[in-house]
């Protein structure tokens, strides 16, 4: 299958501070990335759906001015937690949509973040 | 009526032994119908992906699609203790893709 590369694996850092996530497809283009948050023991929640060259449309109760999201082009999104607190702890998982593969969304390995 | 059901499970099979995972969705103009495993603290991976009516085999996994019932399934043979994991049933809605919230197997040694 396809490779979405996500980057770092594990981040910790102090609250109040920001946190950028990156999700690169490597060898395909996606023009629709996505990003999804799971808590321990439970299910994926998409957070956002990103577009290549567009804004990013969040889920209801995601706030976009806390979680920003840039797709600045066609292998890449970042997501940036801004002014983390210690709730955001959490997996964040990105996913990226092949659309010469029926639209398969292909997994990053996902990103523990940890907020003191 | 949730988008894409599964029952939550734990589903305990005896290894060798056939594990039957199953999934409603309501949206009946869904096309594209996935399975993906994911592993305590892993991301999910996909593992089968279906689209028309029937069964679609690939190694000891076999998914089936019935859409007059709103319904599809995974079947795995032989399970193995390494089968044990979380498999979430996802189902396209436009351009996105909704998961049900997961069946946690576990294969019995």
């Known amino acids: 299958g396809a490779v979405v590369s996500q980057h770092p694996s594990w981040v910790i850092c102090k609250s109040g501070t920001s946190v950028k996530i990156e999700c690169r497809s490597l060898d395909f283009q996606a023009t629709t990335m996505f990003w999804y948050r799971q808590f321990p023991k439970q299910s994926l929640m998409l957070m956002a759906t990103s577009n290549e060259g567009s804004k990013a449309t969040y889920e209801q109760g995601v706030e976009k001015d806390k979680f920003l999201i840039n797709h600045a082009s066609l292998t890449l999104s970042t997501l940036t937690v801004t002014s983390a607190h210690p709730e955001d702890s959490s997996f964040y998982i990105c996913?990226?949509?092949?659309?010469?593969?029926?639209?398969?969304?292909?997994f990053g390995a996902g990103t523990r973040l940890s907020v003191l | 009526q949730k988008e894409v059901e599964q029952n939550s499970g734990p589903l305990s099979v005896p290894e060798g032994a056939i594990a039957s995972l199953n999934c409603t969705y309501s949206?009946?103009?869904?096309?594209?119908f996935f399975w993906y495993r994911q592993y305590s603290g892993k991301s999910p991976e996909l593992i089968m992906s279906?689209?028309?009516?029937g069964d679609k085999e690939d190694g000891r996994f076999t998914a089936q699609l019935n859409k007059a019932s709103q319904y599809v399934s995974l079947l795995i043979r032989d399970s193995q203790p390494s089968d044990s994991a979380t498999y979430l049933c996802?189902?396209?809605?436009?351009?996105?893709?909704?998961f049900g919230k997961g069946t946690r197997l576990h294969i019995l040694p």
């Open positions: 949206d009946r103009v869904s096309q594209s």
């Open positions: 996913s990226a949509r092949d659309q010469e593969a029926k639209n398969i969304q292909y």
């Open positions: 279906i689209y028309s009516n």
């Open positions: 996802a189902v396209n809605r436009g351009d996105k893709i909704i």
